[in-house]
């Protein structure tokens, strides 16, 4: 499980930042992704980055609707997280999982 609030505030700037994204990877195609919080911003940016990475890591999404099934694809497979101070977003057999 996780931290409801913040994923939920990860999944609004996943909406407003996807087409803007996908506009400026195909203008700059080598330039990285890189997502930066703190504190509360610390874990939903950690969030957000697994969301940008893998939509279908999204606890909110049934296994089969996402990337997988010809749903949503990742909008940046290789986004970084640099999350200063974040509060605990994840149980541990959540992290793991979007560890692996």
């Not at 890189?34 to 606890?59: K, M």
């Not at 099934?69 to 940046?76: H, L, R, S």
Request: aromatic share 4%; proline share 9%; charged share 15%.
């Amino acid at each position: 499980s996780v931290h409801a609030g913040m994923l939920i505030s990860a999944r609004n700037v996943l909406a407003s930042v996807t087409q803007p994204l996908r506009r400026l990877q195909a203008r700059w195609p080598s330039y990285p992704v890189v997502v930066i919080g703190h504190s509360l911003g610390g874990g939903t940016a950690a969030l957000l980055t697994a969301l940008l990475r893998d939509p279908d890591c999204d606890p909110g999404l049934v296994r089969g609707e996402g990337a997988d099934a010809g749903g949503p694809k990742a909008v940046a497979p290789g986004a970084i997280c640099y999350a200063f101070s974040p509060p605990a977003i994840t149980d541990l057999a959540t992290a793991r999982a979007l560890a692996a």
